[in-house]
């Protein structure tokens, strides 16, 4: 079994900065892909942002060149870096991590964290 716990959501003013991190725990050995997707109230879950074992990053074009999405592959952790936060980032942020393999040799797909809330207001 894969668990996340996320961590870091608050309430900020626009032009303001948040750092979200999302630790995955249990018997895992690799993680390929971890991301972050959000949701505001009314909307689908979108992505905001993914990145591969490898370093390979993927970002919504309405986060670009404000989030910034790192990972730490020996402690299983996603980070996301948000800055110059406007009122439309306002939503759920929840963590994602596909294809994971644990010891054993079995694959996990597509688990989700609990969400974390992120307000940007005044």
């Known amino acids: 079994q894969v668990q996340l716990v996320e961590s870091g959501g608050g309430v900020v003013q626009p032009g303001g900065s948040l750092r979200l991190s999302c630790a995955a725990s249990g018997s895992i050995f690799s993680i390929n892909i971890m991301g972050w997707y959000r949701q505001a109230p009314g909307n689908q879950r979108e992505l905001v942002a993914t990145?591969?074992?490898?370093?390979?990053?993927n970002y919504a074009d309405s986060v670009k060149g404000r989030f910034t999405i790192s990972r730490d592959n020996a402690k299983n952790t996603v980070y996301l870096q948000m800055n110059s936060l406007k009122p439309e980032d306002t939503a759920v942020y929840y963590c994602n991590v596909d294809r994971v393999v644990d010891f054993a040799g079995r694959l996990y797909l597509n688990h989700w964290g609990q969400g974390t809330q992120v307000t940007v207001s005044s």
């Open positions: 990145v591969t074992r490898s370093g390979s990053t």
